[in-house]
T-cell receptor, first 114, second 109 residues
Framework: ETGVTQTPRHLVMGMTNKKSLKCEQH?????MYWYKQSAKKPLELMFV???????ENNSVPSRFSPECPNSSHLFLHLHTLQPEDSALYLC?????????????FGPGTRLTVL | GQNIDQPTEMTATEGAIVQINCTYQ??????LFWYQQHAGEAPTFLSY??LDGLEEKGRFSSFLSRSKGYSYLLLKELQMKDSASYLC??????????WGAGTKLIIKP
């Protein structure tokens, strides 16, 4: 398996459910990212991890909880979501460290909150 | 505030040339990226410009003018498979990517 993978690809959940999104990168990168992509809007950066340490948290509601157990895996735990949280959730990775890095994306999880 | 502007949608004909513009206002500049995203798929990296000028990569070229806060992506010999959204993103002084909303390109036979 190569690149960045995400599971599940599609998820439908009720507002009271708890679910988790998984991301795995096979590129040997040190930084991983969660983005939210809504229709006709710019990508919104949610969280950044570098060497398993969270370095960015862009005022994301606490109903989204990230976890990075190692440099290859990233999770996004979801609980008591709202319908406006329905979107495509993209994971990305990059080499990390200082300087301008190219980010490589997974195919995303299409989340629908009922 | 930081802002990236690109057209929402463009239409072009198979075999033709199309230019997708991107203008930006950011806190600092550490390069500009173009990504391609087919519907339901991952954004894929196309190009990175940090110096002024044109970078050519096969049928795709990307141009940057830092003084004007302007870039364009030029696609030549358009093919149906080029139908996709094209995302412009600028890396600011904190090395954070600021994204445009994307340009949906429709190719007609």
């Amino acid at each position: 398996e190569t690149g960045v993978t995400q599971t599940p690809r599609h998820l439908v959940m009720g507002m009271t459910n708890k679910k988790s999104l998984k991301c795995e990168q096979h590129l040997g990168h040190n930084a991983m990212y969660w983005y939210k992509q809504s229709a006709k809007k710019p990508l919104e950066l949610m969280f950044v991890y570098s060497l398993e340490e969270r370095v960015e948290n862009n005022s994301v509601p606490s109903r989204f909880s990230p976890e990075c157990p190692n440099s290859s895996h990233l999770f996004l735990h979801l609980h008591t979501l709202q319908p406006e949280d329905s979107a495509l959730y993209l994971c990305a990775s990059s080499q990390g460290g200082s300087g301008a890095d190219t980010q490589y994306f997974g195919p995303g999880t299409r989340l629908t909150v009922l | 505030g930081q802002n990236i502007d690109q057209p929402t949608e463009m239409t072009a004909t198979e075999g033709a040339i199309v230019q997708i513009n991107c203008t930006y206002q950011t806190s600092g500049f550490n390069g500009l990226f173009w990504y391609q995203q087919h519907a339901g798929e991952a954004p894929t990296f196309l190009s990175y410009n940090v110096l002024d000028g044109l970078e050519e990569k096969g049928r795709f070229s990307s141009f940057l003018s830092r003084s004007k806060g302007y870039s364009y992506l030029l696609l030549k010999e358009l093919q149906m498979k080029d139908s996709a959204s094209y995302l412009c993103a600028v890396m600011d002084s904190n090395y954070q990517l600021i994204w445009g909303a994307g340009t949906k390109l429709i190719i007609k036979p």
